[in-house]
Antibody, heavy 121, light 108 residues
Framework: QVQLVESGGGVVQPGRSLRLSCAAS????????MHWVRQAPGKGLEWVAF????????YYVDSLKGRFTISRDNSKSTLSLQMNSLRADDTAAYYC??????????????WGRGTLVTVSS | SYELTQPPSVSVSPGQAARITCSGD??????FCWYQQKSGQAPVLVIY???KRPSGIPERFSGSKSGTMVTLTISGAQVEDDADYYC???????????FGGGTKLTVL
């Protein structure tokens, strides 16, 4: 079955960087586009970024463009999110999610359990 | 930035129909999805492509659209349907995706 396992979260000081990873299994990772979605404590879902199956097409929420970078390594079935210049309002659970399409910019179908990022001094 | 608007809360008794709305200017021409999120858990897709149910989602979940509003209907809501529900769609440019603010459904 489809499994997505996020890692790399933790406590980080404001202004520092953090890299999240998502290990995928149970499907052919290189055939599917992927998303990152985040959820601040007690708040709603916020779509963050999308990457096509081949890594050539990416989209970001406008508020994060330039600070966050989504990438993938299809040889390792791994999705990543590089987060720079972190701020307190980046504190959230970060979810990795699969898109049922490959190149089309669609919607998340399967989700991981998330990894918590806390930005605090 | 584009927004999808949902009511903060909806409350029904078990066996009643629960209807959760989501409004957005681009919805007439764009697809939408619905997600269920129970406390402490990851979201689960319950409706995609406006009206389709993923495998394993009960038939009591359905989606519909009328103009700039889409509706998730749970026919005969069960106690286990108590959760937060989020709509999801795209802005008119197609380059951004957005979730609604979420609706807390209480089945009690």
């Amino acid at each position: 079955q489809v499994q997505l396992v996020e890692s790399g979260g933790g406590v980080v000081q404001p202004g520092r960087s953090l890299r999240l990873s998502c290990a995928a299994s149970g499907f052919t990772f290189s055939n599917y586009a992927m998303h990152w979605v985040r959820q601040a404590p007690g708040k709603g879902l916020e779509w963050v970024a999308f990457l096509s199956y081949d890594g050539r097409t990416e989209y970001y929420v406008d508020s994060l463009k330039g600070r966050f970078t989504i990438s993938r390594d299809n040889s390792k079935s791994t999705l990543s999110l590089q987060m720079n210049s972190l701020r307190a309002d980046d504190t959230a659970a970060y979810y990795c999610a699969r898109d049922p399409e490959g190149g089309s910019f669609g919607y998340p179908d399967y989700w991981g359990r998330g990894t918590l990022v806390t930005v605090s001094s | 930035s584009y927004e999808l608007t949902q009511p903060p809360s909806v409350s029904v008794s078990p066996g009643q129909a629960a209807r959760i709305t989501c409004s957005g200017d681009a919805l007439p021409k764009k697809y939408f999805c619905w997600y269920q999120q129970k406390s402490g858990q990851a979201p689960v897709l319950v409706i995609y492509d406006d009206t389709k149910r993923p495998s394993g989602i009960p038939e009591r979940f359905s989606g519909s659209k009328s103009g700039t509003m889409v509706t998730l209907t749970i026919s005969g809501a069960q106690v286990e349907d108590d959760a937060d529900y989020y709509c999801y769609s795209t802005d008119s440019s197609g380059n951004h995706r957005v979730f609604g603010g979420g609706t807390k459904l209480t089945v009690l």
